[in-house]
T-cell receptor
């Protein structure tokens, strides 16, 4: 599975949009981009995934560049409860998820 | 989303004893489940893939005789840490998916402390 690069940490003001970038320059055509987050001492929570089109659900939006080498997760109106580690994962099929270090997002009031 | 439940959420055991952790898919059947381990301030590390009705597949460096995995039904996988030692203290997490190649859902994790 392709390797991903994410910033170590980011801060965001409560109520503002949080934009979390992810680089996956070695992604191949059949690999999906998945985003999960982990709130302290809990299991990871699925957020969203996509292949090449932008995706939106009730939690977030996923913007994938045309060349698919990077993506951005957008939390439109961040709240304090969105403080967590956010993982960008690129995977082929088979359900095996390999986690990187992720981005620590701190939402501040 | 689908619900995956782990039990217990916390366990403390004495060094040398064995501990069993259960992972259940509550509202769906899961042919495959995954077990992860997470040390403090580190990311999740995949330990093994649990396949219903067959032997588990372990990642490199994970001792299969120490971490016994049983996936006897489509809704239950168990991880047994045998002869536990303090260095096995960690956060153990399982995941499962409704359908292959779709999003995985995670249990709430089990905090194991070996004293």
């Amino acid at each position: 599975d392709a390797k991903t690069t994410q910033p170590t940490s980011m801060d965001c003001a409560e109520g503002r949009a949080a934009n979390l970038p992810c680089n996956h320059s070695t992604i191949s055509g059949n690999e999906y981009v998945y985003w999960y987050r982990q709130i302290h001492s809990q299991g990871p929570q699925y957020i969203i995934h996509g292949l090449k089109n932008n995706e939106t659900n009730e939690m977030a939006s996923l913007i994938i560049t045309e060349d698919r080498k990077s993506s951005t997760l957008i939390l439109p109106h961040a709240t304090l409860r969105d403080t967590a580690v956010y993982y960008c994962i690129v995977r082929r099929g088979g359900n095996k998820l390999v986690f990187g270090a992720g981005t620590i997002l701190r939402v501040k009031s | 989303g689908a619900v995956v439940s782990q039990h217990p959420s916390r366990v403390i055991c004495k060094s040398g004893t064995s501990v069993k952790i259960e992972c259940r898919s509550l509202d769906f059947q899961a042919t495959t489940m995954f077990w992860y381990r997470q040390f403090p301030k580190q990311s999740l590390m995949l330990m093994a893939t649990s396949n219903e009705g067959s032997k588990a597949t372990y990642e490199q460096g994970v001792e299969k005789d120490k971490f016994l995995i049983n996936h006897a039904s489509l809704t239950l996988s168990t991880l047994t840490v045998t002869s536990a030692h303090p260095e096995d203290s960690s956060f153990y997490i399982c995941s499962a998916s409704l359908i292959l190649d779709t999003e995985a859902f995670f249990g709430q994790g089990t905090r194991l402390t070996v004293v």
